[in-house]
């Protein structure tokens, strides 16, 4: 079974190369809580946001891949993938675990996250499968 996650990482990373890197890891780390799992399958929002939002992307490992964006696009994306999807926008239609709206607690999280990120800088959004 394949498992995808999508966070934020650091650009700078000293132990990631955007170009001619291991393909073995080679991921920024993660700076932010995973994002909640959008709609669709594997990563697949994450590459037609990707394809429409005209950001630079590159694949980077056996399954990572990075997009260069900046906080608004960050937003976004948030956008793209959440905000049409009730059981993270409307507590009555939440998918509940153990008494908690954990996808919304989680999107809630990454909101969070990136309202407090530098708006003139640039991140990776990193998408990975394993």
Known sequence: ???????IGSLEDPGFA?????WNGN???R???FFPPPKGAYNGAFHEWVATAGVSCTQVDFGGW???VNKKKILEF???CYA???SYTDTSKALIWRNNAYLQDQLREIYDYV???DDNRQYALVASEF
């Open 78 to 80: 948030i956008a793209y």
């Open 115 to 117: 309202n407090r990120l």
């Open 66 to 68: 990075v997009a260069v």
């Open 31 to 33: 700076k932010s809580p």
């Open 18 to 22: 955007r170009e001619g890197g291991d």
């Open 1 to 7: 079974m394949t498992a995808c996650d999508i966070y």
């Open 84 to 86: 049409c999807d009730p």
């Open 27 to 29: 991921l920024p780390a």
